[in-house]
C-alpha cells in the first residue's frame, strides 16, 4: 500500500480555480491507478475523476467533466485535479485513493485524510 496527504483545498468564490495534489509515499505508486472521491456533508463518497497508471487513460462522473482535469507525475509521486469553474455544489471534502482504475469506492484499499474544497455563491 501507499500512503497519501491531500493538499490545495480552500475556500473560493464560485467561477474560481483550485488544484489539488496528492503526494504519495512509497516506492510502488507507479503500479497504481488513482482517483479523487469527495463527499458533501450528509453524503455518500463519490467517485470524481480516476486516471490509470501510466496516465493514458482518465475517466471522470459527468458533474464535472469539461471542468475538472485529473493528472499524474510519476517521478514525483503526485496526482493532480485541476478544478475550474467551480460552483457551489463542488462543496465537498476530496479524498485522493489508489488502487484499480474504477469509479468504485471497493476497488481502492489506500485512501487520504482529505482536503476541505469550499465554493461560495
Known amino acids: 500500500q501507499v500512503q497519501l496527504v491531500e493538499s490545495g483545498g480552500g475556500s473560493v468564490q464560485a467561477g474560481a480555480s483550485l488544484r489539488l495534489s496528492c503526494l504519495a509515499s512509497?516506492?510502488?505508486?507507479?503500479?497504481?491507478?488513482m482517483a479523487w472521491f469527495r463527499q458533501a456533508p450528509g453524503k455518500e463518497r463519490e467517485f470524481v475523476a480516476t486516471i490509470t497508471t501510466t496516465g493514458a487513460a482518465t475517466s471522470y462522473t459527468n458533474s464535472v467533466k469539461g471542468r475538472f482535469t485529473i493528472s499524474r507525475d510519476n517521478a514525483q509521486k503526485t496526482v493532480y485535479l485541476q478544478m475550474n469553474m467551480l460552483r457551489p455544489e463542488d462543496t465537498a471534502v476530496y479524498y485522493c485513493?489508489?488502487?484499480?482504475?474504477?469509479?468504485?469506492?471497493?476497488?481502492?484499499?489506500?485512501w487520504g485524510q482529505g482536503t476541505q474544497v469550499t465554493v461560495s455563491s
Open positions: 485513493a489508489a488502487g484499480g482504475y474504477s469509479s468504485s469506492i471497493r476497488n481502492y484499499a489506500s
Open positions: 512509497g516506492r510502488t505508486f507507479s503500479y497504481y491507478a
